[in-house]
């Protein structure tokens, strides 16, 4: 069973929820998969109609899922954004800062990882540079 990844550790996956496929969901949707490449221009409308984004990060070289997260805050998105998929502990500051609540990883990876290498990381607010500089954090 898949692990959520907070900044107050690792939590059981703990109610199933529908994500729909972002090619054709429906007007109903309320919680929707997307990949790393994912095109927001067929997002007519506004994506505050969903409740949660989940954005699939296949490999941890691959850093799509980043920019993806923050134009969609960008463009107002103020429900939960989930990333899911090989992301490994290093990257878990620079995923919350670039909009993401959480992250879902898969048990074999929370063993690889074990719970205490995330919260190590996830002070992330702490040392974020750019709240040194002045500006506002994500």
């Not at 898969?106 to 002070?123: D, G, T, Y």
């Amino acid at each position: 069973m898949n692990k959520i990844v907070s900044d107050l550790g690792f939590r059981s996956l703990d109610n199933i929820i529908i994500y729909e496929n972002w090619s054709n969901f429906s007007a109903s949707a309320t919680s929707i998969d997307l990949p790393p490449d994912a095109d927001l221009s067929l997002f007519k409308g506004n994506l505050n109609k969903f409740k949660i984004i989940r954005i699939d990060f296949p490999t941890f070289a691959d850093g799509r899922g980043f920019t993806l997260a923050k134009l969609i805050r960008t463009r107002g998105f103020t429900g939960h954004l989930r990333a899911k998929g090989h992301i490994i502990s290093d990257q878990y500051a620079m995923l919350r800062r670039s909009g993401f609540d959480d992250v879902e990883i898969s048990q074999n990876l929370a063993e690889r990882q074990p719970e205490a290498e995330w919260l190590f990381r996830s002070n992330w607010k702490k040392h974020y540079y750019q709240n040194r500089l002045g500006f506002k954090k994500c």
